[in-house]
């Protein structure tokens, strides 16, 4: 009989200590996050990108900021506080900051995303299968490694043609540095204004080594001046340039943008008779 007791005894014991611990592990799984990288045309304006988390899990996440951890950049915090409900998707913006090119060919390690998840750290692999790292990395080391050898800018005088549909002017190369041979390879305008060489080449200019100086004659026209285009605003004095050094890169992208002073001038284009109509 006393066998029998301390057996019930025994049993109640464990159904005890088994009601107790089921809810507490429970209560401390992990939630199931899943996180790829964005960069649309607006992010890429403003120096971001955006880390979209998706919800694996059965139930909601409470997601309080999320830091994006992927050297050669520096980590980029997510100010975001949101609740991510099953199966759906929510964008966290980070603004990156200026990546380390000390290396002669940086590539970007495997990137992660820290979430801070009702208190907890969770880290979670982030797919870059569109490539955004890589592409904001050779575009930073790029730009520096030309600013290190030259600098590129808009000439201050703009004159209209002799057509009057036109603005003749100029994009200044000045060496800083280094004896590369710099080429000006090509060059586009902006959602309004049109940029081109006065006379086509192939590059169309190149600043040899023993220059230290050139200025390269460019006519600028309007290519649409409908209000939707103007719209737009200082991104229609936003121009792109792509430079080549002889040591490399072979080709990068500058941006070179129209100073206040001369953005009158530009937009007297959309004024100009040959230039009414146009885009509509």
Same mark, same amino acid.
């Given at each position: 009989?006393?066998?029998?007791?301390?057996?019930?005894? #025994? *049993?109640?014991?464990? %159904?005890? /200590?088994? !009601?107790?611990?089921?809810?507490?592990?429970?209560?401390? =799984?992990?939630?199931? @996050?899943?996180?790829?990288?964005?960069?649309?045309?607006?992010?890429?304006?403003?120096?971001?990108?955006?880390?979209?988390?998706?919800?694996?899990?059965?139930?909601?996440?409470?997601?309080?900021?999320?830091?994006?951890?992927?050297?050669?950049?520096?980590?980029?915090?997510?100010?975001?506080?949101?609740?991510?409900?099953?199966?759906?998707?929510?964008?966290?913006?980070?603004?990156?900051?200026?990546?380390?090119?000390?290396?002669?060919?940086?590539?970007?390690? #495997? *990137?992660?995303?820290? %979430?801070? /998840?009702? !208190?907890?750290?969770?880290?979670?692999?982030?797919?870059? =299968?569109?490539?955004? @790292?890589?592409?904001?990395?050779?575009?930073?080391?790029?730009?520096?490694?030309?600013?290190?050898?030259?600098?590129?800018?808009?000439?201050?005088?703009?004159?209209?043609?002799?057509?009057?549909?036109?603005?003749?002017?100029?994009?200044?190369?000045?060496?800083?540095?280094?004896?590369?041979?710099?080429?000006?390879?090509?060059?586009?305008?902006?959602?309004?204004?049109?940029?081109?060489?006065?006379?086509?080449?192939?590059?169309?200019?190149?600043?040899?080594?023993?220059?230290?100086?050139?200025?390269?004659?460019?006519?600028?026209?309007?290519?649409?001046?409908?209000?939707?285009?103007?719209?737009?605003?200082?991104?229609?004095?936003?121009?792109?340039?792509?430079?080549?050094?002889?040591?490399?890169?072979?080709?990068?992208?500058?941006?070179?943008?129209?100073?206040?002073?001369?953005?009158?001038?530009?937009?007297?284009?959309?004024?100009?008779?040959?230039?009414?109509?146009?885009?509509?």
């Amino acid at each position: 009989m006393r066998g029998a007791a301390t057996r019930l005894v #025994a *049993a109640l014991w464990a %159904a005890t /200590v088994v !009601g107790c611990t089921a809810p507490t592990e429970s209560a401390v =799984s992990e939630p199931e @996050l899943s996180a790829r990288i964005l960069q649309s045309n607006f992010d890429e304006s403003l120096a971001s990108v955006r880390i979209q988390l998706l919800n694996d899990s059965a139930e909601p996440v409470h997601v309080n900021d999320v830091v994006l951890h992927a050297p050669p950049f520096p980590d980029a915090e997510s100010d975001g506080d949101a609740v991510i409900l099953p199966g759906r998707r929510i964008d966290f913006p980070v603004v990156y900051g200026q990546p380390n090119c000390s290396n002669a060919s940086p590539t970007p390690t #495997a *990137a992660t995303a820290q %979430a801070a /998840v009702d !208190g907890r750290s969770l880290v979670v692999d982030v797919d870059d =299968s569109l490539n955004v @790292l890589p592409r904001l990395l050779r575009l930073y080391c790029d730009g520096h490694r030309l600013a290190e050898v030259v600098m590129v800018t808009l000439g201050e005088r703009w004159t209209p043609d002799p057509a009057g549909d036109a603005l003749l002017g100029t994009i200044e190369l000045r060496r800083v540095g280094g004896d590369d041979e710099v080429t000006l390879q090509h060059l586009t305008g902006s959602v309004v204004f049109r940029l081109e060489p006065v006379q086509p080449a192939e590059p169309v200019a190149v600043l040899a080594a023993t220059d230290d100086t050139i200025s390269v004659p460019i006519r600028a026209k309007a290519l649409r001046c409908d209000p939707h285009a103007l719209a737009e605003g200082k991104k229609n004095y936003v121009f792109a340039v792509w430079l080549g050094l002889a040591g490399g890169p072979q080709q990068a992208k500058v941006e070179l943008t129209a100073d206040v002073g001369i953005r009158p001038t530009f937009d007297s284009l959309c004024a100009a008779p040959a230039a009414k109509g146009v885009g509509s």
